[in-house]
């Protein structure tokens, strides 16, 4: 062993930005840490209706949530609550509210349709659900679900308005008797559902500690734009959802600690996000993909709409470094003009990794960025294993405090993820320069992309396998010009069995939520490609023309 150590040591990359501090702060201490600062300078908007809180206001609302959530739910520290909320101010009065009450969230897409909300939140052993009017129904019937099931907050209602609900405004008026505990930074307060590398989704166990490294390791002066300084007051414009990884702790809480207006829209649409750039001037846009395509190729969007923006961030998906200078052409600017940054992260690790400078030399345009600070990576042989050079792809692992815990009740789960040397595997393929910015050119996992959202061709295919006539399935994604990636699935029926595609895709669209459905179509084959091991062979689909529609 001694003597393999050193060649491992090759070739393994550290943060050319060096250390942050881990320290003992919760998240919600470390976000709103300097908000005495700047208490009436505006906090999170909501694009489509105007409401608006300031930071004092945030953190008053915080603080009457927590105390509601503990005196009046009775919820007890390391207890779940559910969120079902789009993007709207009071999604941070919930969810911060929440983790200074001690308590873990778990966030759902409100696209979702029952029984994917169902899984995720009978799997963490959710005790409470807040959402906004639309989705009581669904909350109820969640919840009838739910062991020791304590109660739905109404986001946007009154207590008298239906019975046995909450109503938030109400729980934020009345004064509750509450003992909020201690919280300990080690202790898990997020659980996000992700797919990893293989399977169905699964709970990622984050601590206070794993989110607040991530924090800081972002607010390194290189990566910023006014080299760390804070409370700017500078307006950004986002979609990328809060209760995405991306949007919550990469997107809203970094913006929250440096005092920025957040201005965000539950829904997106072209008319609603253009009337955001021209009443809000908007400094930074905060995108995923398929809305930088958007911004580049729409004609709605007009070069005048985009005077206040000075830079765009992206991530979630692969970008390609044509869409980036395609953007650049439409909008006449230079790259000196408006900055394209790009970062990669992921669920599983908080999720920031790599992030571009602020300022960062042009033909590195396409690049997912450098390692931010204490954080380490490796590119490995996907035949050999072994660390490889600059210019060589493989597969990149990464390391460092903001790799999650390990993923809830699924320790072998957690184990192929993450080794015993405590490298997360991302199952992404990419390669390094000699200045070590990192590329991403593949994925070896199953995880399909779109527009930045994870499908798990797992559940997909569990779900075409209900069907009694179909013998194999496998659902893989396919490239689309708008959405980065779409599902499609390849079937193999039992003989004389007369399954349309028209039936698979409806079955799938009554299960799961629009982007999961099946856009890239229905395709039938004679035989699934699977290894020796029966797993199916994903990435052949892309591959070869010997597995094109036989239909
Ligand atoms: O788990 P997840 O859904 O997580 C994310 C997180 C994304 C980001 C990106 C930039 C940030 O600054 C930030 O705060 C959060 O998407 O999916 C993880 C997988 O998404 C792909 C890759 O396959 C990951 O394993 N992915 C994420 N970012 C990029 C990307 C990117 N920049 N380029 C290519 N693929």
């Given at each position: 062993a001694t003597q393999t150590a050193p060649v491992l040591e090759t070739n393994l990359l550290n943060s050319l930005y060096g250390e942050v501090a881990v320290g003992n702060e919760t998240l919600t201490d470390h976000v709103f840490k300097d908000v005495n600062l700047w208490p009436s300078a505006p906090c999170?908007?909501?694009?489509?209706?105007?409401r608006s809180y300031d930071y004092g206001m945030m953190q008053l609302m915080i603080e009457r949530c927590a105390a509601a959530l503990s005196g009046h739910l009775k919820l007890s520290p390391g207890e779940r609550i559910g969120l079902i909320l789009p993007?709207?101010?009071?999604f941070v009065v919930l969810i911060h509210g929440a983790m200074k009450a001690g308590l873990v969230v778990t966030f759902a897409n409100p696209l979702y349709t029952s029984d994917e909300v169902r899984r995720q939140f009978a799997d963490c052993n959710v005790k409470a659900i807040a959402t906004i009017e639309m989705f009581i129904p669904m909350a109820s019937e969640v919840s009838k679900?739910?062991?020791d099931y304590k109660g739905t907050i109404w986001v946007?209602?009154?207590?008298?308005?239906?019975?046995?609900i909450h109503g938030l405004r109400s729980l934020l008026m009345a004064d509750h008797d509450a003992d909020l505990p201690d919280v300990?930074?080690?202790?898990?307060?997020l659980i996000p559902y992700s797919s990893g590398t293989t399977g169905l989704p699964k709970g990622v166990m984050l601590t206070h500690k794993n989110l607040v490294s991530n924090l800081k390791q972002v607010q390194t002066p290189k990566f910023m734009k006014y080299d760390g300084?804070?409370?700017?007051?500078d307006v950004i414009l986002t979609v990328p959802p809060f209760f995405h990884i991306y949007g919550f702790n990469g997107i809203l809480n970094y913006n929250l600690i440096l005092g920025y207006h957040i201005v965000s829209l539950p829904k997106f649409t072209p008319d609603d996000y253009i009337k955001c750039l021209i009443e809000y001037q908007p400094s930074t846009l905060f995108v995923v993909p398929s809305l930088l395509t958007f911004l580049a190729t729409?004609?709605?969007?007009?070069?005048?709409?985009?005077?206040?923006?000075d830079s765009i961030m992206v991530g979630a998906a692969p970008t390609t470094e044509s869409m980036l200078e395609k953007f650049l052409l439409k909008v006449e600017k230079t790259k000196d003009q408006i900055k394209l940054l790009q970062g990669y992260g992921m669920t599983e690790s908080s999720p920031v990794t790599l992030l571009t400078p602020?300022?960062?030399?042009?033909?590195?345009?396409?690049s997912i960025g450098q390692l931010v600070p204490s954080t380490q990576a490796r590119v490995i042989s996907l035949t050999t294993g072994e660390s490889l050079g600059p210019h060589e792809s493989g597969e990149l692992l990464l390391r460092g405090?903001?790799?999650?815990?390990?993923?809830w009740n699924n320790e072998e789960a957690t184990k192929e993820t993450i080794d015993n040397d405590g490298w997360?595997?991302?199952g992404d393929i990419g390669y390094y320069d000699k200045e070590h910015f990192f590329y991403i050119v593949d994925r070896t996992k199953e995880l399909i992309k779109v527009k930045g959202n994870q499908v798990s061709p797992t559940e997909i295919e569990s779900i075409i396998m209900e069907?009694?006539?179909?013998?194999d399935v496998a659902v893989v994604g396919m490239p689309d010009a708008l959405a980065g990636e779409v599902p499609k699935a390849f079937v193999v029926l039992k003989p004389d069995h007369k399954l349309t595609e028209k039936q698979i895709i409806d079955n799938v669209a009554q299960k799961l939520?629009?982007?999961?459905?099946?856009?890239g179509g229905v395709a039938f084959l004679d035989a699934i490609p699977r290894n020796a091991a029966g797993k199916?062979?994903?990435?052949v689909f892309g591959e070869s023309e010997k597995w094109a529609d036989k239909s």
């Open positions: 999170v908007t909501c694009g489509t209706s105007g993007n709207i101010p009071e679900s739910l062991k946007g209602g009154d207590d008298d308005k239906v019975t046995g300990d930074a080690n202790d898990v307060c300084e804070k409370g700017k007051g729409h004609p709605s969007v007009k070069k005048e709409y985009l005077q206040s923006v602020y300022i960062y030399p042009y033909e590195k345009i396409g405090p903001q790799v999650m815990k390990g993923y997360l595997h991302t069907h009694p006539e179909v013998a939520a629009k982007y999961k459905h099946l856009a199916i062979m994903h990435h």
